[in-house]
C-alpha cells in the first residue's frame, strides 16, 4: 500500500512506530549527542547528497526529487547556524531527514532508503575525522615554522644540555628549538596515519548487513572524497571503535610532544635556571605574592597532554565487544571530539609560545661550564691517538683531582641535527613539502563536497 503525506510524521524518531519511550529512559539513552550532533551537520548534509545520488542512479529519485533534495540542503547549510538538534530528534540523521521531510514530503521520507542510522554516524565521523586530521597537521605545519624562527634567532647561543637533568653538554638554544620543530614534523606521519585509515567510504554498509539495494558503493564513495569502499559491511561497524582508537593514538602521541615543550619552558624559565622568560601577557600573578608571575599556560598545556591518555583508554574500552554495531559506540563521540579540541588548542597555543619566550643569552652561557667540555677533552686526545677508553679516564682524574681541562673552547658538533648544525634548510623544506601535500588534499577533498552541493558530479550507473 502507498503511503501518503499524511503517514509521514516529522516528530517520529527514525526508528519509531508507535509508542513513546519513557522520559528518563529517553534522556537517558539520548545523553549529550544533539549538542556534539551539531557538529557533524554539514557532513550529515554531504553524505545525504552523496546517498541521493545513488538512490537517483537506481531510479528511486527522479531527477527533479534529486534537484529538490540538493536544493533543500543547500538551503540548510546556508542557515546552518541557526539549525539545532533537539532531544527529541535523538541525533543530526533524525534531524536532517525530518528537516527534508518538512520541506518536501514524501521526497524527503525517501531518503533514508537502503540507509541505516548505523552507516550514517560512521559517513559523518569519518568526514569528521578527515577534515579534522587534516587541520591538525596544518596546524603542525604552523608549530614547526614558529619553533624554526625562534630557533634560527638564537642559533648562536650556547646553553647547557642535559641528561638526567643533570648538565651534560653544551648545545644551543636554536638545537634545542629545533629538537621541538622536528617533533611537530614527526607528528605528521601518524596523523597521516590515522587519516588513511579514516579514508574508506562506509555508506551502503546500513546496519552491518547491505542495504539489499545495488547502491553503486564506489561511486558514491568517490562523490564524498573517499579513496576507496570499506569493503566487508559487518566490519564497518567493528572497526568503528579501532578508528577512533587509532586516531586518538595520534593525538596522544602529538600530546605527549607538546607536553616536553610545554615541561621545558616551564622549567628553563624558572628563577633557578633563568634561561628563557614568558611575556607577562602570558603569566598569570599570585592572589598572595605580589612579586610571583606563573607559567599557568605551560603547565595547562602539560596538563590537557595527561588527558589524552584516558580518552584514548575509554575508546579501546567501549570497543571491547562481539562483532556488529553496539549502543555503547555512540559514548566514544565525546572523548574523540574532546581530544581533538583539546589538540587544536594545544597547538595554537604551542605557536603563540613561540613568540611570547625570550632568551636571557648571558645566563645562558654563563652555565656552559667548564667540566661540561670533557668529552670535548677526550676527544681532542682521541684525535693525537690516544685510545678513546684511555682518554675518557685520563679527563675523569683529571676532573676528580681538580685539574683545569685546559682553555678549552665549546666546539659543537656540525654534522646535520647536531648542536652547531639543526640543518634549518632541510626542516624547512621537509615543512613546504608537507604543507603542499596537506593544501592538495584538502582542496581535493573540499573541491568534492562543493560539488555535491552544486550539483556538478558525473552520472553514476548502477554497480554492485
Known amino acids: 500500500m502507498k503511503n501518503s503525506c499524511a503517514d509521514i510524521s516529522p516528530r517520529l524518531k527514525l526508528w519509531q512506530t508507535t509508542a513513546d519511550l519513557d522520559s528518563a529512559v529517553e534522556a537517558y539513552t539520548v545523553g549529550d549527542d544533539p549538542r556534539r550532533d551539531a557538529e557533524l551537520l554539514e557532513f550529515e548534509v554531504y553524505g545525504s547528497l552523496a546517498h541521493a545520488e545513488g538512490l537517483k542512479s537506481i531510479g528511486l529519485l527522479s531527477d527533479r526529487e534529486l534537484a529538490d533534495v540538493r536544493d533543500t540542503l543547500s538551503d540548510l547549510m546556508a542557515q546552518r547556524q541557526y539549525f539545532t538538534v533537539t532531544a527529541a530528534q535523538e541525533d543530526v540523521h533524525t534531524a536532517v531527514e525530518q528537516f527534508l521531510t518538512t520541506a518536501l514530503g514524501e521526497t524527503g521520507a525517501k531518503i533514508h532508503a537502503g540507509r541505516s542510522r548505523n552507516d550514517q554516524v560512521q559517513v559523518d565521523l569519518r568526514l569528521w575525522l578527515k577534515d579534522r586530521l587534516l587541520e591538525l597537521q596544518?596546524?603542525?605545519?604552523?608549530a614547526c615554522q614558529a619553533w624554526e624562527s625562534f630557533g634560527r634567532h638564537h642559533d648562536q647561543d650556547l646553553m647547557p644540555g642535559y641528561t638526567h637533568l643533570q648538565r651534560a653538554m653544551p648545545t644551543t638554544v636554536g638545537h634545542w628549538a629545533a629538537s621541538h620543530a622536528e617533533a611537530f614534523l614527526e607528528n605528521l606521519s601518524s596523523l597521516r596515519s590515522a587519516f588513511d585509515q579514516a579514508d574508506s567510504c562506509p555508506l551502503g554498509s546500513a546496519a552491518g548487513f547491505g542495504s539489499g539495494l545495488a547502491l553503486p558503493r564506489p561511486a558514491v564513495a568517490r562523490l564524498l572524497g573517499f579513496s576507496r569502499v570499506q569493503r566487508n559491511t559487518l566490519r564497518v561497524q567493528s572497526s568503528r571503535p579501532r578508528l577512533e582508537a587509532a586516531a586518538l593514538s595520534a593525538l596522544a602521541l602529538l600530546a605527549r610532544d607538546i607536553a616536553t615543550l610545554a615541561w621545558d619552558i616551564s622549567l628553563f624559565s624558572t628563577t633557578e635556571f633563568g634561561f628563557m622568560r614568558l611575556g607577562e601577557d602570558f603569566t598569570t600573578g599570585s592572589s598572595i605574592m605580589p612579586h610571583k608571575r606563573n607559567p599557568d599556560v605551560a603547565e595547562l598545556t602539560r596538563g590537557r597532554a595527561a588527558l589524552f591518555s584516558g580518552w584514548l583508554a575509554q575508546v579501546l574500552a567501549l570497543g571491547a565487544l562481539p562483532s556488529g554495531y553496539h549502543r555503547d559506540y555512540q559514548l566514544s563521540k565525546g572523548p574523540l571530539m574532546d581530544a581533538f579540541a583539546a589538540a587544536r588548542a594545544m597547538l595554537g597555543m604551542a605557536c603563540r609560545l613561540a613568540k611570547?619566550?625570550?632568551?636571557?643569552?648571558?645566563?645562558?652561557?654563563?652555565?656552559?661550564?667548564?667540566?661540561?667540555?670533557?668529552?670535548?677533552a677526550a676527544l681532542s686526545l682521541v684525535r693525537?691517538?690516544?685510545?678513546?677508553?684511555?682518554?675518557?679516564?685520563?679527563?675523569?682524574?683529571?676532573?676528580?683531582?681538580?685539574?683545569?681541562?685546559?682553555?678549552?673552547?665549546?666546539?659543537?658538533?656540525?654534522?646535520p641535527g647536531a648542536p652547531g648544525n639543526p640543518d634549518w634548510p632541510a626542516i624547512n623544506r621537509e615543512r613546504r613539502q608537507q604543507v603542499q601535500r596537506i593544501r592538495r588534499e584538502r582542496e581535493?577533498?573540499?573541491?568534492?563536497?562543493?560539488?555535491?552541493?552544486?550539483?556538478?558530479?558525473?552520472?553514476?550507473?548502477?554497480?554492485?
Do not use: N
Open 356 to 376: 611570547a619566550l625570550s632568551v636571557d643569552r648571558a645566563r645562558c652561557g654563563a652555565v656552559v661550564t667548564p667540566d661540561m667540555l670533557s668529552t670535548q
Open 444 to 464: 581535493r577533498l573540499h573541491s568534492a563536497w562543493k560539488s555535491l552541493l552544486k550539483g556538478k558530479v558525473a552520472l553514476l550507473r548502477a554497480k554492485r
Open 138 to 142: 596544518e596546524l603542525c605545519c604552523q
Open 384 to 415: 693525537q691517538g690516544v685510545p678513546f677508553r684511555q682518554a675518557y679516564r685520563s679527563v675523569a682524574q683529571a676532573a676528580r683531582a681538580g685539574q683545569s681541562l685546559g682553555p678549552i673552547k665549546p666546539e659543537l658538533p656540525d654534522s
